[in-house]
Every structure is written in C-alpha cells, then in structure tokens.
C-alpha cells in the first residue's frame, strides 16, 4: 500500500525512530513531523501535551497515512489511549516496545525508568510494566537535564558524567537490573549512563523495536508497501527548517535533505 | 490612570520584573502573561520569536494595557523594534536598562553578556552596548544550560559551578569587567556565577533597572495610577496554571494567588 507513515516528535529527538523504520522498512515512505516551535514536551502539563498531540495527529492525517507513530515518550505517556480511541488510524507509541523488552529482560524483576518529567509523573511505563507482570519492581527517576546536556553537545564530559551519577543513584542503590530508557534524546547519552549504571544493567533504547512493531502491525493489516521506486522521506517542522535539518543529523544518521516549514498547522 | 502595566514572557522568569515594578510602583494594577506551553523562547528561531512575541502583545491588548513591558531577553532580543513600530502602546524591553547600567559602571570598558543561544545569536546586546559607546569592548557567551539548572533548583551545586566555570572561563579569560545577566533566570545563579566571575566584577541584573524605566515613562507621560485601593494583579498561562503558581513564587518572591490559562489566545 503506497500511503506513507506518519510520524511525530515533540522536536529532533523521533529521528531516532524514523531511523529505525527507515533500515527495517526501506521501501516505506515517510512523513515526519517535529515540533519544534513548541518543544520541550517534557515539562508540559497533561492536557497541553494531549492538545499538541492532537494537533500533531491532525497535521499528519492530510497526507493519508496509514498508521502514526507517537516518536515522543512525553506525548505517549499521556495521549496514547486518547489517539487510539478516537481516531481510525492505527497508532503506534513508545512505551509499550520498550516495556515489552524489559520485561523479557529483566533477570531479577526490577527494573528502572529514566524519562521527563511529565513521563515519570504520568506512570505509564509502570502502569504498562504492572499490566503484564504485577511482580515486577519498577522504579523511576526524571533527569530534566538529560535533554538540554544531549542537545549541547556534552555526551562525554565530566559534567554530564557527574549529572548522571545523581539522576541515576537512588536506581542503582536499590538494585535495578535493567534501564528503559524512557526518552528517544537519551540514548545519545548511553555510554555515560552505561557507565554510571555498570555494564551488566541493559539498556532498553525503544527506537529499534517501536519499527519492530509497526512491521509487524502493518504485516499483519496487509498494509505493507510494494513500492518498486525508491522511497519518499518528508519532513516538517513547526520552528525553522534550517536548524532542525543541521541537528537533526546526529538522530537520524544521516542528512536530512527537505525540511518544509508548517505554519498555523491546525 | 487606571489602566494596567501589562507585561509579557516566555514563562516564569519576567516575574522577577513584575516584581521590582510592583516594588516600585505599588499603586499600579498589573496583568501579566506567561507563555508556559510554548516555553523556551531561547532556543527558537527569531521569526518564531517575533511570531509568539506579537501575539502575546495582541493578548495583552485585550486588557486595555497602558504599557508593555517584555520582560523576556529573547522577545525583546528580536521583536522589541518591531512592537515598537507596530503599535501604539509604548513598549519597554529588559536590553536597553541593563545595557546603560552596564556602560555606567564598567571601568575598563569590557563589557561581558551571557544569555540564551538565541539572545546571544541576535547580537541584540552588543549593538545596544556600540551604539551608546562604539569603543566598548562586548564579549559574548550563550549559556544554555543555565536555564534547566535553575529550574532545577540547583542553585548551589558543584555541578552548576562546574558547568558555571565552563561557559564563563572564555569571559574571564578576556578581562570582562562587567557582566550582563542576559536571561531573567540567571540572578537565581547569581552566587555562582559571581563565584566563578569574581566579586569585583558587577553582575548587571536588569529587572530593577526595568522597573525604574517604565516609571520614568509613565511619570513623563501622566500615565501613572493615582489608585487608592489595593492594587490587582492578574496572571495568566498558555500552560497549566497550577505549577506556574508553585514555581513562580520564589520569582515573584510571594504567593500567586489567582491565575488562569488562556485557551487559542490569538
């Protein structure tokens, strides 16, 4: 089916995920958008993150996708539930993929959830956890400085190291074996946290099995793309396409060519 | 005059000028509006800047202002000239005061600028310093990390004095004998900056020097408040107005009592 795949972040931090689909499915077009003019969402009350959610969701439908992918942790933890039910289009978050990893994982059951703010306040990836095993320990701690230290560029210094030590101390005293890592900015900062948390904690990075689970979704709905051509990458954003272009490199892997500019995209 | 003082920024920081003109002025009846769910400006490109800018000006409006205060760098950074030119309420923004303070008290004539990324792009600072005196030397240092770190609350910390160290070293290095604190999150950092700067040199603070101004226009224009009764104060949020309450106060320096969240307020 020649619809492409929609696919929404709060800013640049999706990429990673458009990345993934992208190696697994490399006949699939896609639509990405990033809002960048109203980024963070992580700091942002429920129902604004609900708000924007939509307004994303909305955007993306004039392309007639075929399913949306919630790339953003914060808007998955709060309007998941709310874009499923609401909307025909099948959608696709962040939580559940890695929440399903983990828990196959995990070797003593305790498992640890680094996100924003607003995701660690929203419960979702415990609530997700407890759903399919109520044993499970979680244990959760938000790092609000994670993302601005990613988007400075400081993925190996001192500072962040020390930074990761306080985020992250209260996780390791209390034995977690295993790390979501609940936030698509954080993996950029994996080897710090790798090595705040000791080799032996795996790392639950979502990206890679969220494009596990549009494929198979898509499989399943006979919704695959048979297309011959190569496919077709589309990026908007709702802040200046230059920046986002630039940055966006490092998420995506490689360079972003057309990056168009939404204006009063609702 | 009855009217109100209307005073605009990104968040939560221009309390810290609603309340030196409250401090100063305390007849005068006040609305302000934070930007909560859009929030940072800082890191936005100038037309998005000049873009939310205008349109809490447009909200502000509505209340009938008398005056317009922009009590955010980043706003007044880029869309001071056009509000100016474009309306007819006089407007008032946070660069010029801070920028004559700090020609009055530097002493070797080196005047240092640490702002957002995008404060620090316009150039906004440097061009005010050169216009009143084009032999004044400007050393300029975005500090993006600042802003989390003060909302973290890590007021004291080893790590933001580390961090503190790293974008200043370059102004000290340089023999900056002033320093303009370019964000109205910065004087919560004040000791550490000043720490890390040295107290000889001034940290230039433009929240009072604001308030000054905007009484020495309204004295000049007979805009004042001969108001006997207690003063009004109104707050207003594009986010949640809960947290901006909590968060604001140790801002505003006392408790927020009402405030309300605008829904589309253009």
């Known amino acids: 089916m020649k619809k492409p795949i929609g696919i929404f972040d709060s800013g640049i931090g999706g990429l990673t995920v458009a990345r993934e689909i992208m190696k697994c499915m490399p006949r699939e077009d896609i639509v990405y958008f990033g809002d960048t003019a109203r980024v963070p969402y992580g700091t942002k009350s429920p129902n604004t993150v609900i708000k924007f959610s939509i307004e994303n969701m909305l955007f993306l439908l004039r392309f007639r996708v075929k399913i949306i992918v919630v790339a953003c942790n914060t808007s998955s933890s709060y309007s998941l539930s709310i874009l499923e039910n609401d909307f025909k289009v099948p959608v696709i978050g ?3 993929p890695g929440v399903e990893e983990a828990v196959k994982v995990t070797r003593r059951g305790r498992i640890g959830v680094i996100g924003t703010s607003a995701t660690i306040r929203s419960g979702a990836y415990e609530k997700a956890i407890k759903e399919i095993n109520p044993a499970l320990k979680v244990f959760s701690q938000a790092c609000p400085l ?3 230290l ?40 994996k080897d710090i946290i790798s090595k705040v948390m000791g080799r032996r904690v795996p790392l639950v ?25 190569a496919p077709r990458y589309a990026f ?31």
Chains 1, 2 share one sequence.
């Open 94 to 96: 962040v939580i559940n």
């Open 236 to 266: 908007y954003v709702s802040d200046e396409p230059k920046k986002f272009a630039v940055s966006g490199k490092k998420f995506l892997g490689e360079k972003i060519r057309s990056v168009k500019k939404v204006n009063g995209y609702v």
């Open 150 to 189: 990613a988007e400075e560029g400081w993925l190996k210094d001192r500072v962040t190291y020390d930074i990761a030590k306080r985020y992250l101390g209260s996780l390791k005293a209390k034995g977690v074996d295993t790390l979501i890592l609940g936030c698509t900015h954080y993996p950029l900062l």
């Open 205 to 229: 990075d979502s990206a890679k099995l969220v494009a596990g689970h549009v494929k198979e979704l898509l499989t399943r709905e006979g919704l695959l793309s048979d297309n011959k051509a």
């Open 146 to 148: 994670f993302v601005p």
